[in-house]
């Protein structure tokens, strides 16, 4: 038993192997580090083994040459930091979107790195618990759109809907008191620069 698991083998389509895999592909290959390996019909094969051998240690490579790299996963992470909040407020994928650029003003503030901000988003919120991640499907508008607009929030080339806001809130929905009393009641420290419906940036 024990040696067929090591032999388990991951299963390819051919029209795959060529390509960077993504989706469910993905998937598996980070799930290989847990123990798990996911089967799909096709004649190409590879060992679990021998995927292992294919991953640097900066990055996931893929067949053809393609890589998981390290941009592309927190583009990955800051439209799911769009998509939480941007669901919770009126708006829709513009509230995401103001959200991301914000996140993006913070590191070019000097905060710190793309996933240490990521990582202490729930340190600077208003509210004092981050709304849940609630998967759309793939083809909902709104998730859609954020996907179209990460690439230049993440280079600067679009334009920043935050107005180089670093805190964001609803007013009617402010729910920690030192963001009430440090960031909103403070506007000579903390200029509110955008609104949107009763979601408010300040800088």
């Not at 954020?146 to 929905?173: E, H, M, N």
Request: hydrophobic share 40%; net charge positive; aromatic share 10%.
């Amino acid at each position: 038993m024990r040696k067929s698991r090591r032999k388990r083998r991951l299963k390819l389509t051919k029209r795959k192997q060529n390509k960077c895999l993504t989706g469910w592909h993905e998937i598996a290959i980070l799930d290989i580090w847990l123990g798990r390996v996911y089967l799909s019909p096709g004649v190409a094969t590879i060992t679990a083994d021998e995927l292992r051998g294919r991953i640097s240690g900066s990055s996931f490579t893929c067949y053809g040459g393609h890589t998981l790299t390290q941009d592309s996963y927190i583009k990955a992470k800051l439209v799911e930091m769009g998509w939480r909040f941007g669901r919770t407020y009126s708006g829709g994928h513009i509230a995401g979107q103001m959200v991301m650029q914000t996140l993006a003003n913070r590191v070019k503030s000097g905060w710190g790195s793309w996933l240490k901000i990521v990582d202490h988003v729930p340190m600077f919120m208003a509210e004092k618990e981050i709304p849940p991640l609630e998967h759309p499907t793939v083809w909902e508008p709104s998730f859609i759109k954020l996907l179209q607009t990460v690439d230049g929030i993440f280079d600067g080339s679009v334009p920043d809907l935050a107005k180089g806001a670093l805190y964001w809130g609803d007013l009617g929905r402010i729910e920690n008191s030192w963001f009430l009393e440090k960031i909103v009641r403070q506007p000579e420290f903390h200029a509110r620069v955008a609104d949107m419906n009763g979601l408010s940036f300040w800088k």
